[in-house]
């Protein structure tokens, strides 16, 4: 039977419709579509070093080795872990870390570059690679101004340079993964005058056609700045506000599938993962650890919808979950977080023996403790260990948490990591409970 022209016309519009709301999901669900977030960490700078290296390389014959308690000497170091495809592993000063031999073990490292002299990454850790068949060069100076010539000199001519301070790091980890990408080494300079290494080495290297400034005239002067060939200054009054002055500036030489999240407070985890931010041309956002200053957030909100992953640098202890979900709009990848008592007297760290690295932490209460969730920062090296899920300080009972070479777990002792954690020249521990509130200072 033939049908009514109605009939076709209901069925058109029906059609019609039906594919408008379909066109529709599809768009809103592409338009509130956050990316997968991840976090990188370890209970050290040692074990997260380890971590990014083992996430961005199945295989890698070249590594760059730095002092992983202090930032100077290792600031200049992204370019030349890019030129090499290597990671960035970070080690203690008299030994190397165990973990850090373990990945380079891991990875089939055959040849590793020293950022620094024998006073931060001493003879002894470059016997100890010798041993284990790796090749040794390593880039030193006098202090860090000279190291990062040392290692400039590495890269061969070059056409664009970036110049930061030498006495902070956020700065030089904010240029870092795009200087990398652009073969540019990192210059470090004292905010009022040239040292004479970058004097010779800008004497020797007529092909720099741009000199990337970073900081204002507190950070290095006018008179410093019109020492380096066409210089472009990027500024901003706080770190953050340079951060993002920075990404912003290499916009369009950024892959924005990946953003790597770091704590602006401390060098170590952002150290390493300049390298792997550069191996994927990706940004690095600096943040506090709760809150976002008004040009990240805004930074942000523009790239996360383009971005496939973000990817965190670091435990809870420096960028909290809480900030993560600000960020997504939505809950973070969930991390188990116990109900304990965050303002119980009961629970204090009671020692720290700093030369055969032993915290004893005390429960003088009546009841046991959950401490799961809860953190202990070394505050000198920024080292940070987790309490694991179900960890019980029992009512009246010592628990200890131990590290480097000879310590192990036993009944009530946690062991923290195989490597050395405190330093002996004075270093203060700080409890955390799961809240992120102080419950204890030692001394």
């Keep these: 039977m033939k049908k009514s022209r109605f009939k076709l016309r209901s069925y058109f519009y029906a059609a019609a419709i039906l594919l408008a709301l379909l066109i529709q ?48 000497d290792a600031l200049a170091a992204a370019p030349l872990a890019k030129k090499y495809d290597a990671p960035i592993l970070l080690t ?16 089939g490292v055959k040849n590793v570059f020293i950022a620094g002299g024998t006073a931060v990454v001493s003879q002894n850790v470059e016997n100890e690679l010798k041993a ?63 040292p004479d290494s970058v004097s010779s080495y800008l004497a020797s290297n007529n092909t720099i056609l741009r000199s990337y400034i970073v900081g204002n ?21 706080e770190k953050y506000t340079r951060n993002i002055a920075v990404l912003k500036n290499f916009d369009s030489s950024y892959n924005f599938a990946t953003i790597f999240i770091a704590t602006g407070n401390g060098f170590a ?35 996360i919808s383009t971005s ?25 990848s969930p991390s188990t977080q116990a109900n304990s008592p965050a303002s119980s007297d009961a629970v204090k760290i009671s020692s720290v023996n700093l030369n ?16 799961t969730g809860w953190y202990l920062v070394s505050e000198q090296g920024h080292q940070t260990f987790s309490f694991p899920s179900g960890t019980i300080i029992k009512a009246g009972e010592p628990l200890k948490i131990v590290s480097g070479p000879k310590a192990v777990a036993g009944t009530d002792t946690l062991l923290w990591t195989k490597g ?22 030692y001394p």
Excluded at 42 to 71: C, H, K, M, P, R
Excluded at 218 to 232: A, W
Excluded at 280 to 297: C, G, N, R
């Design 25 to 72: 999901t599809v768009y809103i669900g592409k338009a509130i579509a956050s990316p997968a977030n991840h976090r990188i960490a370890g209970y050290t700078q040692y074990d997260t070093s380890a971590s990014i290296a083992e996430e961005g390389w199945a295989q890698s014959d070249y590594a760059v080795l730095a002092y992983g308690e202090n930032f100077p």
């Design 217 to 237: 005239s507190d950070q290095i002067s006018e008179t410093v700045s019109r020492r380096f060939p066409y210089p472009e200054r990027i500024s901003g009054n």
């Design 92 to 107: 203690q000063k008299q030994v190397l870390t165990p973990i850090i031999k373990q990945t380079l073990q891991s990875l």
């Design 308 to 332: 496939k992953d973000l990817t965190v640098l670091g435990g809870e202890a420096v960028i909290s979950n809480s900030l993560l979900d600000a960020i997504l709009g939505s809950p973070s």
């Design 420 to 441: 050395y954690i405190w330093n002996n020249d004075g270093d203060p521990g700080t409890l955390y409970d799961s809240q992120g509130q102080v419950i204890s200072r």
């Design 269 to 303: 985890d952002a150290l390493s993962g300049t390298a792997y931010a550069a191996k994927l041309s990706a940004p690095i956002v600096l943040v506090e650890k709760s809150t976002l200053s008004s040009e990240t957030q805004g930074y942000l909100k523009a790239k």
């Design 356 to 371: 055969d690295e032993i915290v004893t932490i005390s429960n003088s209460g009546s009841a046991d403790i959950d401490l």
């Design 132 to 194: 284990m068949g790796i090749s040794v060069s390593r880039f030193a100076g006098n202090d860090q101004y000279d190291t990062a010539i040392e290692i400039a000199k590495q890269l061969g001519p070059v056409q664009e340079i970036s110049v930061v301070t030498g006495s902070d790091f956020s700065d030089a980890l904010s240029i870092a993964s795009i200087s990398a990408v652009k073969n540019a080494p990192v210059i470090l300079v004292p905010s009022d005058h040239i």
